[in-house]
């Protein structure tokens, strides 16, 4: 491999040659892209989002001149300027042509007239006064002269009520024509007219592509909506697809109407103030920008106003439905346009794809705050944003549910549990196994000793089971004890369990017959309702024990409520003796034995497991209305 020569490394490019070797930092990219981007629907008459291909930096060719009209009309010196129109052919051409006017006048240092050292030199502009105050789009003062660059053939004129300047230039701006013209002329206008050098862009097509052409329309539509009151003329000339169009807006609104198939027009809510003009819809999830009078749908502006939004909208949620969500989350539920104007912005690009101004320096004011009124946001708190944030939430919340579901029923039931919480039986035949729930580790000894080994298991639970009405799979299965009898019976969350495919046939609740045996019972009849397939078929029971077992001799009488013994109590006469039991575990061996061999089982149905009926006493934050509930019951 040959050496190469120190000069062959480190070269040195004329800013010219830069350009067309480097176009990407000048332009942007050179190279077809596919983006979807809203055009103009001439049949339907309203904006449609379309799948386009194009050339982002021919694009911005072209945009430099019509957004240099733009900036002429934004400046309260523009001879008058309130038209412009834009001409485009399929024969490879665009004139870009405003009612304005550039001073026809001799550039003292630069040796040339003024629309020659706008238009042929680079780096040249009226934008350079740091010291003024400019709500324009041109920043670098290249633009102009890059539309020159990237084209074969520049023509430009312009009058001023005294003179008409005209000049040419060709091969990319390297070629300045021996036409230079000076004339008395009465009238003002600004004329640019090029040929597009298209070997400079990596296409084959010769001419406009009829995407190309629409994209220019609609470049022409955004124009006149950023500067209200400038009358857009657009005209594409070809002999078999010819058209016109014609824009003019008085107000934004007008704008936005074009856009009725993305948002609902009539549901805006709106702010404006001395710099901008928001407008939010609750549908879509699109932003529409423009900063000094040109498209800009990203940047500061945008993240501006949406922060605030959307941290408002999350903070609302949260005081208001108990939701925490983050900006973020609300940040594409809804659809914004925005038209500000920015003091001296800065973009990411020669581009002007993104605004990169800080938001705290849109104004050189030293006193300016970014502000989104509260009256604004207030509104936006009580539109359809939050019933769209809420509903996103709730089907994200059940999309993450479904999918910790399959986690869990991937996981459960693979190995039955052991433990010293779980006595197994011996039978494998699931039709005549019995599980048995017990509170507390004084009824286990019991129970190991009077159960049918062969059929009776039990899970023993130690205090009172957590309340689990309201709560989500992946919270229940937090819990040990459901967690534990998922695993026992083997559940499925979110399917249906049929007791065919289950461990046992038959789930007893076997909790005291007290107060606190009954509140034992309810709080498992909740667990058990996550599947209310069980109570269809019949599997979920409460064990009856006795309250009080009355004895005389060989004889004995069971009592299963303190009701049904104050009927009898007189009846027994003398000689009965009476025990209370305390519980389960206030029954000897004898009489486990006797209860757990013939025992009484209470079934619960469906209808007993309404919801209505236990969101009345389960679920939480409802004490005020619990206790309206529980008023109107006694006075009933």
């Not at 060719?61 to 309260?76: A, G, K, P």
Request: with cysteine; net charge neutral; proline share 2%.
């Amino acid at each position: 491999m040959t050496k190469k020569k120190i000069e062959e490394i480190y070269k040195e490019m004329d800013e010219l040659t830069h350009i067309l070797e480097r176009p990407g930092m000048w332009v942007g990219s050179v190279k077809e892209e596919q983006k979807q981007m809203f055009l103009y629907d001439t049949e339907a008459k309203v904006m449609e989002l379309k799948e386009v291909t194009y050339i982002p930096a021919m694009l911005k060719v072209i945009d430099e001149v019509i957004s240099n009209s733009c900036d002429e009309y934004r400046r309260t010196t523009n001879m008058g300027l309130n038209k412009l129109n834009v001409t485009i052919s399929s024969d490879g051409w665009i004139e870009v042509k405003d009612n304005g006017g550039i001073p026809i006048v001799m550039h003292s240092s630069a040796g040339c007239y003024i629309p020659e050292f706008i238009f042929g030199r680079l780096r040249t502009s009226s934008n350079y006064n740091d010291d003024e105050d400019r709500n324009v789009i041109g920043t670098n003062g290249v633009g102009s002269a890059l539309a020159n660059v990237f084209s074969k053939k520049f023509i430009i004129e312009s009058a001023d009520n005294k003179n008409k300047f005209h000049r040419t230039w060709k091969d990319n701006m390297r070629t300045v024509c021996d036409d230079l013209t000076i004339e008395k002329c009465s009238d003002h206008f600004t004329s640019t007219k090029l040929w597009l050098d298209f070997k400079r862009f990596d296409t084959k097509a010769k001419t406009f592509t009829p995407e190309f052409v629409d994209i220019i329309e609609k470049r022409c539509i955004d124009a006149a909506a950023a500067n209200l009151g400038l009358k857009v003329n657009f005209e594409y000339k070809d002999k078999e697809n010819g058209r016109k169009s014609s824009w003019k807006f008085n107000k934004f609104d007008q704008y936005i109407d074009l856009y009725n198939g993305y948002v609902d027009v009539e549901d805006g809510i709106k702010f404006a103030d001395d710099q901008k003009q928001v407008w939010v819809y609750p549908s879509g999830s699109i932003n529409i920008g423009f900063v000094n009078g040109a498209e800009c749908s990203k940047g500061t502006h945008i993240k501006g106003v949406r922060t605030e939004i959307n941290n408002r909208v999350a903070e609302f949620m949260q005081k208001k439905h108990k939701i925490e969500i983050t900006g973020r989350g609300v940040d594409n539920k809804y659809s914004m346009f925005i038209c500000i104007n920015v003091v001296n912005p800065a973009y990411n690009s020669q581009t002007k794809e993104e605004l990169t101004t800080p938001i705290e320096r849109f104004s050189r004011d030293e006193n300016y705050v970014f502000e989104v009124p509260e009256q604004f946001l207030n509104k936006v708190c009580k539109s359809e944003i939050i019933n769209i944030v809420l509903d996103w939430y709730k089907q994200k919340a059940a999309a993450e549910d479904q999918a910790q579901i399959r986690k869990l029923n991937k996981a459960a039931g693979k190995k039955l549990l052991r433990s010293d919480k779980f006595i197994d039986c011996n039978s494998r035949k699931r039709e005549e196994k019995q599980l048995f729930v017990y509170e507390g580790d004084s009824a286990k000894a019991g129970f190991r000793t009077a159960r049918d080994p062969q059929t009776q298991a039990a899970y023993i639970m130690r205090g009172v089971p957590l309340n689990t009405y309201g709560m989500s799979p992946v919270q229940v299965m937090k819990n040990q004890v459901f967690s534990d009898m998922v695993n026992i019976l083997g559940l499925k969350w979110g399917e249906y369990n049929d007791a065919s495919k289950l461990s046992f046939n038959k789930i007893c609740i076997a909790s005291d017959a007290d107060q606190d045996g009954s509140k034992i019972a309810s709080l498992l009849l909740v667990f058990f309702n996550h599947f209310p397939e069980l109570f269809e078929q019949g599997l979920v029971c409460r064990l009856i024990s006795p309250i009080i077992i009355a004895t005389k001799g060989t004889e004995k009488k069971k009592y299963y409520t303190m009701k049904e013994f104050e009927k009898d109590e007189k009846k027994l006469g003398s000689g009965w003796k009476i025990k209370y039991c305390k519980g389960l575990g206030g029954l000897n061996d004898a009489e486990t034995r006797e209860m757990m061999r013939q025992p009484i089982f209470h079934t619960f149905t469906k209808d007993e497991m309404a919801d209505s009926m236990l969101r009345r006493w389960f679920a939480k934050g409802i004490a005020s209305e619990r206790k309206d509930m529980m008023k109107k019951d006694l006075e009933a």
